[in-house]
């Protein structure tokens, strides 16, 4: 049907599942899976597809079931699972005195209360005879736990892994990539957000990886961080922080994915506190039209580029249909239609001190008594200089003047962030005429 083929072409599962673990793939195909939108038959091909190269091998045979009714499973799962098992019962021996250590009430208190990881070892090889092999053994059977789908165990035994490892290790950052992964498909968005944290500072602080390769890992940590930011309590103050005012990952967006800014764009609508970086947003979207466009950012783009009031009611039904089958922002529907049409609202009232409420109804894509309700309550909750003439059906803007203090507040909202950014430009720039100098000098 032409709905199903207009939202195949709004959805992002292929471009967003290219930076994601497989496992966190999952959750999104389980979704399309209830949207009608792909066959449901090509989305069991990539779950089974997906369960490949993993150890969750029951789940695997259950999709093949649903797949193909009727067949036979497969010698190559049956034995797959045959050896997912002997794994286990080794791995479950080769571990159980380290895990034993751990569960020691003495060993746990010396982890929370040491931050310094190299003395914890110390001490816990002295103790407890534990060796650095040890340490290579816990980081395996938590990847172990995390392919058979046992979230749970793989974070707390990444969490040790973590506490202990040293940063130079080359398993360090793979440890903490498996922790975020672990908390995220447990849905502990607290621990996740730490996880998240913890993963970006160590990205940032890396001074031996490549250009080439912080971007990777940072087009990865913005595609992770989708779940834990529209999830989190704070996540649409955060990814608006991240995402836009923090050049490299600004940079990372523009270059390597897009399609971000449609996430980008649903939080600083929803975000009321953060009304402006509006501008500094819409800049941004126009830089990268050329490249990526959505009925969400053109929703800004109409209403704010060109004032084009009917196509950006057009862009909002077409963002109604968008963001109910995005599985990031479903959550954030009511609110982005909400907001959407309070900015629709106050930019008309921007440009007309009279307004028909016929007219604002159709504006807003509502019936002429929810529009009158609506602009209602706005006024009362929003303390607005207007007034209602039900008996005409007109609103009656005021002309009050913002005051100076008013402007010069809002004008310093964003000036800590500009200049952090300004400072890293210069730095960047320092950087790079020192390099072109030592060229030179070698030519």
């Not at 695997?60 to 079931?65: E, G, I, L, T």
């Not at 380290?98 to 040491?114: G, L, M, S």
Request: aromatic share 12%; charged share 30%; with cysteine.
């Amino acid at each position: 049907s032409k709905y199903r083929v207009k939202m195949a072409q709004f959805d992002l599962t292929s471009k967003v599942g290219c930076y994601l673990d497989r496992h966190l793939v999952f959750p999104l195909l389980e979704f399309l899976s209830e949207r009608d939108i792909f066959d449901e038959r090509d989305l069991h091909k990539g779950k089974l597809e997906l369960l490949s190269n993993t150890n969750m091998v029951d789940f695997a045979m259950d999709v093949h079931k649903t797949l193909y009714p009727g067949e036979e499973i497969p010698s190559s799962l049956r034995d797959k699972r045959n050896n997912v098992v002997s794994l286990l019962k080794s791995y479950t021996v080769k571990t159980e005195p380290i895990v034993h250590i751990f569960e020691q009430d003495e060993v746990r208190k010396q982890i929370e209360t040491t931050r310094d990881g190299k003395q914890l070892f110390e001490y816990l090889e002295k103790n407890h005879n534990f060796k650095l092999e040890d340490l290579d053994t816990l980081y395996d059977y938590a990847k172990f736990q995390y392919e058979c789908g046992n979230y749970s165990g793989a974070a707390e035994y990444l969490y040790f892994h973590r506490v202990l490892v040293q940063p130079d290790d080359k398993r360090a950052m793979d440890s903490l990539w498996g922790k975020l992964a672990s908390e995220i498909l447990m849905q502990d968005w607290d621990t996740a957000w730490e996880d998240l944290h913890r993963l970006q500072e160590s990205i940032d602080s890396n001074t031996i990886a490549s250009p080439l390769q912080l971007l990777q890992q940072r087009t990865w940590l913005i595609h992770w961080s989708l779940f834990v930011f529209f999830n989190h309590a704070k996540g649409r103050d955060e990814i608006i922080d991240l995402f836009l005012y923090q050049p490299p990952y600004l940079n990372t967006i523009q270059t390597m994915c897009p399609w971000v800014l449609r996430y980008l764009t649903t939080a600083v609508i929803t975000n009321k506190r953060r009304r402006q970086v509006l501008k500094d947003l819409v800049r941004v979207i126009q830089q990268e039209a050329y490249t990526y466009r959505d009925p969400v950012t053109e929703f800004l783009e109409c209403l704010y580029v060109h004032f084009d009031f009917d196509k950006a009611q057009e862009k909002l039904r077409e963002c109604e249909l968008v963001l109910s089958n995005d599985f990031f922002l479903i959550a954030c529907l009511d609110d982005f239609i909400e907001n959407a049409r309070l900015f629709i609202f106050e930019t008309f009232c921007r440009i007309h001190q009279c307004i028909s409420i016929d007219m604002l109804a159709d504006k807003l894509n509502m019936s002429v008594d929810e529009a009158e309700r609506w602009i209602v309550n706005l006024i009362r909750n929003a303390r607005l200089d207007a007034k209602i003439d039900s008996k005409m059906g007109h609103v009656m803007m005021g002309t009050q003047a913002v005051s100076s203090y008013e402007q010069v507040i809002e004008k310093t909202k964003s000036l800590g962030l500009r200049t952090q950014m300004l400072s890293t430009n210069v730095e960047t720039n320092k950087k790079i005429q020192k390099q072109l100098f030592w060229q030179l000098e070698l030519f």
